[in-house]
C-alpha cells in the first residue's frame, strides 16, 4: 500500500477479492483509506457465484477502484462504506438446483452396472 | 506499548547481560544518546568516545544477512538463496549518501588488527528520524529498555530529531536473539572493512572477500573475537558464549538460511518498524500524496498492462478479459512468493506465449520487496487477492486481520523509496502500535 502512496503513475484500476471476513477488518479500512487519499473512486461488492445462477454458495468481497484523477476520491463518501451485498437467490437468476448439473441414475441402470 | 514477550534461551541472556554490565559500569549515558552502539564501544573504548557523534547515530538490526555488493546506491543482501536489494537511505536535506560516508562509527579501535573483526554500526539518521524504531527487546534486558525507553518518550529530555533509537524487533521464533545481534555486529564490523563480499559457507565458515584477501573465518571465531572487544569483565561472557552457544548459533544460521515461510517456501524475512508516537507527526507530515498521478490511458497498440498480486494458481488471471474499454490487454506481470503456485500458474498460462498476449512474466517476489520504481507507471490494472488467512471466520482462524504478517498493511510499514527496506525473520510480530498509529492517521478512534 505504500507503493499507491507514493507512486507517481498509479494505475488507473485495482481491482481485489478477499474472503468475506475481509470486509470488517482493519486491513480493509486502512487499504480503504489509502485509495480514498490517492484518489480512486470504489465500488464494494459481496458476491457469490450463486446469483449468477451456479450452484454454490461462495460469499467473497469484491473491491474496483477506478482512478479519478484528482487528489482526493471524487465520488461521494457513500461508496466507501456502501458493499453491494449480493446475497443467494435475491434479485439474481434463481440458482440452479445442482440436480440439473447430475445425470439422473435410473434404477435400472443402477441395476444393469451396480459399479456405475 | 506492544512487543513480543517471548521465551529465550539462556544464551540469549549474554548480550543483555552484557549489556546490563555496561550500563552498570558507565551508568550515565550521555544525554539523548543511547544505543547499542554506545554501549558497545563503552565496553571496547573502555571510555565514550568524544568523537561519537551523537546527532547521527541509529542502529540497524538485521537477520543475518550475507552482504554482497556495495555500491553507491544499493546493497545488495543475499538472505539465504534469496537476494534483497536495499536501497540506500538518502538524506533529502543534504543529500548525501547516509549509508556509505562517515556515519559508520568505528567500534573497533581496540581491534588487534584482524580485518574481519570490529564492531561498525550502520547509521542511517534520517531513518531514524522518519521511522523511529520502536524499541523492541526481550524482556531479560530490562533495565536497557526502561532506558532507552525514558529517553524516547521523554518528552522533556528527547529530542527526536538527534536520536538514536532503534533497536530491534525480534520474533519469538528466534532462538536467540543475541544471535542477531552479534551477527548484525559481524556483518557491520565486516562492512567497514570493506569486505567485498561474504558468503556463509556451510553456515560454519563465512567467507570473506576483501580487497585483496579472501580469508575465511569461522563464525565461532567471529563471535569470540567480538566478545574480545568487550571490557575485561566479558570473561565470563566468554565462557557463556562457548557454553553450547556456537553450536547454537551455527544451526540458528542453518534453520534461517532453509526455513520456510508458512505455505511459500520461501526464505523470506520480514520486519517491522514502528514508529514512536512522538515520532508520528513527521512520519505523518513526510506522507506526500499530492501528486495524484495516475497512468494515462495507453493506445490500443501499446494496449493495457496488469500487475497480478497474489496470483496463486491463476484464478484471477482467467477472470481477466482481453479487452478494457476496447484497449487490448498485453502485458500481466504476476507476483507470488510461493515456487508451488508459480509453477502451477506457469502451467496453466505458459507464460511468455498465452493467448493474445505477448508479454507476460511470472515472478517469485514478496510484494514487500517490491520498491515504487518496480511499479510506478507501469500497470494500468492491478489485481490482487491477498491472503485471506488473516480474516477467516471459520472455527480456529487465527483473525489476526492486520496483524498478519501476511495482511496487506504489511506493507504499509515500509519506509518511502529511497529508505533502507529490510526484513526480518517471518514469524515477525506486527506491532499493535503501529496499526493504531496507521488507524489514527486515518482517521479511526483506536
Same mark, same amino acid.
Given at each position: 500500500?505504500?507503493?499507491?502512496?507514493?507512486?507517481?503513475?498509479?494505475?488507473?484500476?485495482? @481491482?481485489?477479492?478477499?474472503v468475506q471476513?475481509?470486509?470488517?477488518?482493519?486491513?480493509?479500512?486502512? @487499504?480503504?483509506?489509502?485509495?480514498?487519499?490517492?484518489?480512486?473512486?470504489?465500488?464494494?461488492?459481496?458476491l457469490s457465484p450463486g446469483i449468477l445462477g451456479i450452484p454454490n454458495r461462495r460469499m467473497r468481497?469484491?473491491?474496483?477502484?477506478?482512478?479519478?484523477?484528482?487528489?482526493?476520491?471524487?465520488?461521494?463518501?457513500?461508496?466507501?462504506?456502501?458493499?453491494?451485498?449480493a446475497i443467494d437467490g435475491e434479485g439474481s437468476r434463481s440458482a440452479c438446483k445442482i440436480q440439473n448439473y447430475i445425470e439422473e441414475l435410473s434404477v435400472l441402470t443402477l441395476l444393469r452396472n451396480p459399479f456405475l | 506499548?506492544?512487543?513480543?514477550?517471548? =521465551?529465550?534461551?539462556?544464551?540469549?541472556?549474554?548480550?543483555?547481560?552484557?549489556?546490563?554490565?555496561?550500563?552498570?559500569?558507565? &551508568?550515565?549515558?550521555?544525554?539523548?544518546?543511547?544505543?547499542?552502539?554506545?554501549?558497545?564501544?563503552? !565496553?571496547?573504548?573502555?571510555?565514550?568516545? *568524544?568523537?561519537?557523534?551523537?546527532?547521527?547515530?541509529?542502529?540497524?538490526?538485521?537477520?543475518?544477512?550475507?552482504?554482497? !555488493?556495495?555500491? /553507491?546506491?544499493?546493497?545488495?543482501?543475499?538472505?539465504?538463496?534469496?537476494?534483497?536489494?536495499?536501497?540506500?537511505?538518502?538524506?533529502?536535506?543534504?543529500?548525501?549518501?547516509?549509508?556509505?560516508?562517515?556515519?559508520?562509527?568505528?567500534?573497533?579501535?581496540?581491534?588487534? &588488527?584482524?580485518?574481519?573483526? !570490529?564492531? *561498525?554500526?550502520?547509521?542511517?539518521?534520517?531513518?531514524?528520524?522518519?521511522? &523511529?524504531? $520502536?524499541?523492541?527487546?526481550?524482556?531479560?534486558?530490562?533495565?536497557?529498555?526502561?532506558?532507552?525507553? $525514558?529517553?524516547?518518550?521523554?518528552?522533556?529530555?528527547?529530542?527526536?530529531?538527534?536520536?538514536?533509537?532503534?533497536?530491534?524487533?525480534?520474533?519469538?521464533?528466534?532462538?536467540?536473539?543475541?544471535?542477531?545481534?552479534?551477527?548484525?555486529?559481524?556483518?557491520?564490523?565486516?562492512?567497514?572493512?570493506?569486505?567485498?563480499?561474504?558468503?556463509?559457507?556451510?553456515? /560454519?565458515?563465512?567467507?570473506?572477500?576483501?580487497?585483496?584477501?579472501?580469508?575465511?573465518?569461522?563464525?565461532?571465531?567471529?563471535? &569470540?573475537?567480538?566478545?574480545?572487544?568487550?571490557?575485561?569483565?566479558?570473561?565470563?561472557?566468554?565462557?557463556?558464549?562457548?557454553?553450547?552457544?556456537?553450536?547454537?548459533?551455527?544451526?540458528?544460521?542453518?534453520?534461517?538460511?532453509?526455513?520456510?515461510?508458512?505455505?511459500?517456501?520461501?526464505?523470506?524475512?520480514?520486519?517491522?518498524?514502528?514508529?514512536?508516537?512522538?515520532?508520528?507527526?513527521?512520519?505523518?507530515?513526510?506522507? =506526500?500524496?499530492?501528486?495524484?498521478?495516475?497512468?494515462?490511458?495507453? $493506445?490500443?497498440?501499446?494496449?493495457?498492462?496488469?500487475?497480478?498480486?497474489?496470483?496463486g494458481i491463476g484464478g484471477m488471471r482467467l477472470s481477466?478479459?482481453?479487452?478494457?474499454?476496447?484497449?487490448?490487454?498485453?502485458?500481466?506481470?504476476?507476483?507470488?512468493?510461493?515456487?508451488?503456485?508459480?509453477?502451477i500458474y506457469?502451467h496453466n498460462f505458459h507464460?511468455?506465449?498465452? =493467448?493474445?498476449?505477448?508479454?507476460?512474466?511470472?515472478?517469485?517476489?514478496?510484494?514487500?520487496?517490491?520498491?515504487?520504481?518496480?511499479?510506478? !507507471?507501469?500497470?494500468?490494472?492491478?489485481?490482487?487477492?491477498?491472503?485471506?488467512?488473516?480474516?477467516?471466520?471459520t472455527r480456529?482462524?487465527?483473525? #489476526?486481520?492486520?496483524?498478519?504478517?501476511?495482511?496487506?498493511?504489511?506493507?504499509?510499514?515500509?519506509?518511502?523509496?529511497?529508505?533502507?527496506?529490510?526484513?526480518?525473520?517471518?514469524?515477525?510480530?506486527?506491532?499493535?502500535?503501529?496499526?493504531?498509529?496507521? #488507524?489514527?492517521?486515518?482517521?479511526?478512534?483506536?
Amino acid at each position: 500500500m505504500y507503493l499507491l502512496l507514493n507512486m507517481k503513475m498509479r494505475p488507473r484500476w485495482i @481491482f481485489l477479492e478477499n474472503v468475506q471476513g475481509f470486509c470488517e477488518s482493519n486491513t480493509l479500512k486502512i @487499504f480503504k483509506e489509502v485509495l480514498r487519499l490517492c484518489g480512486y473512486n470504489i465500488k464494494q461488492y459481496m458476491l457469490s457465484p450463486g446469483i449468477l445462477g451456479i450452484p454454490n454458495r461462495r460469499m467473497r468481497y469484491y473491491l474496483t477502484a477506478c482512478h479519478s484523477g484528482a487528489g482526493e476520491a471524487v465520488g461521494g463518501s457513500d461508496d466507501y462504506n456502501t458493499v453491494y451485498n449480493a446475497i443467494d437467490g435475491e434479485g439474481s437468476r434463481s440458482a440452479c438446483k445442482i440436480q440439473n448439473y447430475i445425470e439422473e441414475l435410473s434404477v435400472l441402470t443402477l441395476l444393469r452396472n451396480p459399479f456405475l | 506499548m506492544h512487543h513480543r514477550v517471548a =521465551d529465550f534461551p539462556q544464551a540469549c541472556s549474554f548480550l543483555g547481560w552484557s549489556l546490563h554490565f555496561l550500563l552498570m559500569q558507565f &551508568g550515565s549515558i550521555v544525554r539523548g544518546v543511547l544505543s547499542i552502539a554506545d554501549l558497545l564501544q563503552i !565496553g571496547i573504548n573502555n571510555a565514550f568516545d *568524544r568523537s561519537f557523534d551523537p546527532d547521527k547515530v541509529t542502529i540497524v538490526v538485521c537477520e543475518p544477512l550475507l552482504l554482497q !555488493g556495495i555500491d /553507491n546506491s544499493h546493497v545488495t543482501l543475499t538472505v539465504g538463496t534469496e537476494p534483497v536489494e536495499f536501497i540506500v537511505n538518502h538524506d533529502r536535506t543534504s543529500g548525501c549518501n547516509d549509508f556509505l560516508e562517515s556515519r559508520w562509527y568505528n567500534l573497533r579501535s581496540n581491534c588487534n &588488527g584482524h580485518a574481519s573483526i !570490529g564492531m *561498525r554500526v550502520v547509521l542511517f539518521k534520517d531513518f531514524v528520524s522518519k521511522w &523511529g524504531m $520502536e524499541l523492541t527487546i526481550p524482556p531479560s534486558y530490562s533495565m536497557f529498555k526502561t532506558k532507552v525507553y $525514558e529517553m524516547i518518550y521523554n518528552d522533556d529530555e528527547y529530542d527526536d530529531d538527534d536520536n538514536i533509537n532503534i533497536v530491534w524487533n525480534v520474533a519469538p521464533a528466534v532462538q536467540s536473539t543475541v544471535d542477531i545481534t552479534l551477527l548484525l555486529i559481524i556483518i557491520n564490523a565486516l562492512l567497514q572493512t570493506q569486505i567485498i563480499s561474504l558468503r556463509l559457507h556451510d553456515s /560454519n565458515i563465512i567467507d570473506l572477500h576483501m580487497t585483496n584477501t579472501a580469508i575465511q573465518v569461522p563464525i565461532p571465531q567471529l563471535l &569470540g573475537d567480538i566478545l574480545d572487544q568487550f571490557s575485561a569483565h566479558s570473561y565470563a561472557l566468554s565462557s557463556e558464549l562457548s557454553n553450547n552457544f556456537i553450536q547454537r548459533m551455527v544451526e540458528y544460521i542453518n534453520k534461517k538460511i532453509i526455513s520456510s515461510r508458512g505455505m511459500s517456501n520461501s526464505n523470506h524475512l520480514f520486519m517491522k518498524n514502528v514508529c514512536s508516537d512522538k515520532k508520528r507527526s513527521r512520519y505523518l507530515a513526510s506522507f =506526500d500524496i499530492a501528486s495524484s498521478g495516475v497512468k494515462p490511458l495507453p $493506445e490500443y497498440s501499446t494496449g493495457l498492462t496488469v500487475l497480478e498480486f497474489f496470483s496463486g494458481i491463476g484464478g484471477m488471471r482467467l477472470s481477466l478479459p482481453s479487452h478494457i474499454n476496447g484497449i487490448p490487454i498485453t502485458s500481466i506481470t504476476a507476483y507470488d512468493c510461493n515456487d508451488i503456485a508459480n509453477q502451477i500458474y506457469h502451467h496453466n498460462f505458459h507464460i511468455n506465449h498465452i =493467448d493474445n498476449i505477448p508479454k507476460s512474466a511470472l515472478k517469485r517476489m514478496l510484494i514487500d520487496y517490491l520498491s515504487v520504481s518496480d511499479v510506478d !507507471g507501469v500497470a494500468d490494472i492491478w489485481t490482487m487477492s491477498p491472503p485471506c488467512q488473516p480474516y477467516t471466520t471459520t472455527r480456529n482462524s487465527k483473525q #489476526l486481520d492486520e496483524k498478519d504478517n501476511r495482511s496487506l498493511t504489511h506493507s504499509l510499514t515500509h519506509p518511502f523509496t529511497h529508505s533502507l527496506t529490510y526484513s526480518l525473520t517471518h514469524s515477525l510480530t506486527y506491532s499493535l502500535t503501529h496499526s493504531s498509529l496507521i #488507524l489514527d492517521r486515518m482517521g479511526y478512534s483506536t
